[in-house]
C-alpha cells in the first residue's frame, strides 16, 4: 500500500531536549512538508522540501530544523529552542508540479513535560 | 484580512440534514480548490478536489466553486453519525498552498 507513515504516533519530551520525528512515503512524490496544528488555528507550515537536498522554511520555522537527504524520509528536529513545542505534528507530500494535492501522514502528538 | 477564512463555527445537525461548509479567500490566483476530512487525532484525508470555477459531485458530498465572489463550498447530504469531522477547506496556485482553519462538524443520532 502507498501511503506517508510517522513515527512515533505520541512522543513525550522533557524541557530541554531535542526529538526527531520520522516522515516516510512510498508514493514517489517530490515535495514534503511540515504542519503544526493546534487547537483552533488550523494548520502552519513549518518546513517544505521540493526536492533532495533543499528545504525551505515556512510561516513558524524557528525552533525546527529538518534534513532531506532522501526522496522517501523528511525528519522534523524539534529544538529546545522551541518555546512552546507541545503539539500535533502533521507530514504531508505531493507531486511536484501544476496539481499538488497534498497527503497527510497520521501524525505524531508531542508533549513536552 | 486572513488569507482564508471558514465558517460556520463548531456546527451540530441532527442526522439526514443537509450540511454547508463555506470558505472565502482574499489570493484571485488560486486556481485549485481542495476539501480534506480530519478524523480526531488523525491526519486529514483529502475529500474532493477541483480546478477553477463549478461544481463536482461525489456521492453525497457537492462542492462549489464561484470565483468571481472568492467563495467556496462542501455540501454534504443526508449527514451521517460518520461524517462527525473537522473539514478543512486549501487552495493552491503553483507551490502556495493555503489550508483554512477549519469547521468541527458533529452529527447527532
Known amino acids: 500500500d502507498g501511503g506517508i507513515t510517522q513515527s512515533p504516533k505520541y512522543l513525550f519530551r522533557k524541557e530541554g531536549q531535542n526529538v526527531t520525528l520520522s516522515c516516510e512515503q512510498n508514493?514517489?512524490?517530490?515535495?514534503m512538508y511540515w504542519y503544526r496544528q493546534d487547537p483552533g488555528q488550523g494548520l502552519r507550515l513549518i518546513y517544505y522540501s521540493q526536492i533532495v537536498n533543499d528545504f525551505q522554511k515556512g510561516d513558524i520555522a524557528e525552533g525546527y530544523s529538518v534534513s532531506r537527504e532522501k526522496k522517501e524520509s523528511f525528519p522534523l528536529t524539534v529544538t529546545s529552542a522551541q518555546k512552546n513545542p507541545t503539539a500535533f505534528y502533521l507530514c504531508a507530500s505531493s507531486m511536484f508540479g501544476e496539481v499538488n494535492e497534498q497527503f497527510f501522514g497520521p501524525g505524531t502528538r508531542l508533549t513536552v513535560l | 484580512q486572513k488569507e482564508v477564512e471558514q465558517d460556520p463555527g463548531p456546527l451540530s445537525v441532527p442526522e439526514g440534514a443537509i450540511v454547508s461548509l463555506n470558505c472565502t479567500y482574499s489570493?484571485?490566483?488560486?486556481?485549485?480548490f481542495m476539501w480534506y476530512r480530519q478524523y480526531s487525532r488523525k491526519g486529514p484525508e483529502l475529500l474532493m478536489y477541483?480546478?477553477?470555477?463549478g461544481n463536482k459531485e461525489d456521492g453525497r458530498f457537492t462542492a462549489q466553486v464561484d470565483k468571481s465572489s472568492k467563495y467556496i463550498s462542501l455540501f454534504i447530504r443526508d449527514s451521517q453519525p460518520s461524517d462527525s469531522a473537522t473539514y478543512l477547506c486549501a487552495m493552491s496556485e503553483g507551490q502556495n498552498f493555503v489550508f483554512g482553519p477549519g469547521t468541527r462538524l458533529s452529527v447527532l443520532p
Open positions: 508514493l514517489n512524490h517530490d515535495a
Open positions: 489570493n484571485s490566483a488560486f486556481q485549485y
Open positions: 477541483t480546478y477553477s470555477s
